[in-house]
């Protein structure tokens, strides 16, 4: 049974920074990539960055590439993800998906390609 476990999550104050975790288990397949997404109060959810398993490539739409920052271990099937600079804009649920055989950046396209499996999200929350 495949599972995807966000975790880190929580109440912390504008300026600071947070890593949030998730483990992906479950499944042998090695062509896979792991996305972050997040989803504030009315708003839609929307992609942070994927990484593709096993060679590593992550991508990032614009909007995401200063403060955010992913990163893997590869053997234990760990995806992190940094945030720094935290703004109360940031507060929302953060949401860990798996998408097999993704393609190029597929990973962080869910309304196109969708992802296979979803993690119940972790809320962070972001105090001024």
């Known amino acids: 049974e495949v599972q995807v476990v966000e975790s880190g999550g929580g109440l912390v104050q504008a300026g600071g920074s947070l890593v949030l975790s998730c483990n992906a288990s479950g499944f042998t397949r090695s062509e896979y990539a792991i996305t972050w997404s997040r989803q504030a109060p009315g708003k839609e959810r929307e992609a942070i960055s994927c990484?593709?398993?096993?060679?590593?490539?992550?991508y990032y739409p614009d909007a995401m590439r200063r403060r955010f920052r992913i990163s893997a271990n590869f053997v234990q099937k760990m995806v992190y993800l940094q945030i720094d600079d935290l703004r109360p804009e940031d507060t929302a649920v953060y949401y860990c998906?798996?998408?097999?055989?993704?393609?190029?950046?597929?990973?962080?396209?869910?309304?196109?390609?969708?992802?296979?499996?979803w993690g119940k999200g972790t809320l962070v929350t972001v105090s001024s």
């Open positions: 990484i593709r398993f096993p060679r590593g490539y992550a």
């Open positions: 998906s798996v998408q097999f055989n993704p393609y190029d950046n597929s990973c962080l396209e869910e309304k196109v390609y969708g992802m296979d499996y």
